[in-house]
């Protein structure tokens, strides 16, 4: 089985306040990307990556890769306006004979070869997908313009998905072809009717968005 992973690092990451993508953010002495990437480099589970770096930042991105040794890394492309469009350009990459495709935020730098394989287990099973997820722990309101909360919505069955995110190669080529935007993959396999699973999560495979999640994820390390 060949499993190949997009690991999109395509987002501008402006709540962090700094002047580069979030990708190049600093964690410890390293950018943020060298984290993911080491570990997808040494998942045993992981056959092939392809990057999508921000625009303009591919020269980087692939020096980054070769400074790690990162050999699985087998093409590096600018990403989109949006993360479908990021994830797009990246399954462009992905040869006609790959059997998996994992995808993964380089935003969450703690992915681990354990979430990986509870991710990969179900297609096996005949998913179309699989996602790690972690149930709802806090109270939910919706709340309007002005502030004033409109609706409790019952948490019961709700959870908060994260990446990696698994589906077989052929049923993702074919979700991502047929338009649209969402905010993770699985929405996109979703709304052609395909069954994902949810898988336990991690919470260390928290996403970074500000400096304190940086500060977080260094200490988690
Ligand atoms: O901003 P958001 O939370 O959607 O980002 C999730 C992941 O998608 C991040 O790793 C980010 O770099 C990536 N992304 C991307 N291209 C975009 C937007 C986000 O690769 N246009």
């Known amino acids: 089985m060949s499993v190949w992973a997009i690991l999109v690092a395509a987002g501008r990451g402006e709540r962090l306040g700094l002047d580069q993508p979030k990708a190049f953010a600093k964690l410890g002495e390293d950018p943020l990307l060298a984290e993911p990437l080491r ?3 040494e998942s045993s ?3 092939a990556i392809v990057l999508v770096a ?3 930042w591919e020269e980087p991105a692939i020096l980054l ?12 492309v600018p990403g989109g306006e949006t993360r479908a469009d990021s994830v797009r350009a990246g399954m462009a990459e992905v040869p006609a004979d790959a059997v998996v ?3 993964h935020d380089a935003a969450r730098p703690l992915v681990t070869d354990a979430v990986i394989e509870r991710v990969l287990a179900p297609l096996s099973e005949g998913w179309d997908g699989a996602v790690p997820g972690l149930p709802v722990a806090d109270t939910l309101k919706r709340v309007g313009p002005d502030g004033t909360i409109t609706e409790t919505v019952p948490r019961e069955g709700l959870y908060g998905v994260q990446t990696p995110q698994a589906f077989p190669a052929d049923v993702l080529r074919a979700a991502l072809a047929a338009g649209g935007d969402a905010t993770d993959c699985a929405a ?6 395909g069954r994902v699973t ?6 260390q495979l928290l996403k970074v968005t500000t400096a304190d999640d940086l500060a977080k994820i260094a200490a988690w390390r």
């Open 39 to 41: 570990r997808l480099e």
């Open 45 to 47: 589970w992981v056959d």
């Open 54 to 56: 921000p625009p303009g």
């Open 65 to 76: 890769t070769e400074e790690l040794g990162c050999g699985k890394v087998n093409a590096c």
């Open 101 to 103: 495709v994992l995808v």
């Open 188 to 193: 996109l396999v979703e709304a052609r009717g």
């Open 198 to 203: 949810v898988v336990p999560g991690d919470p």
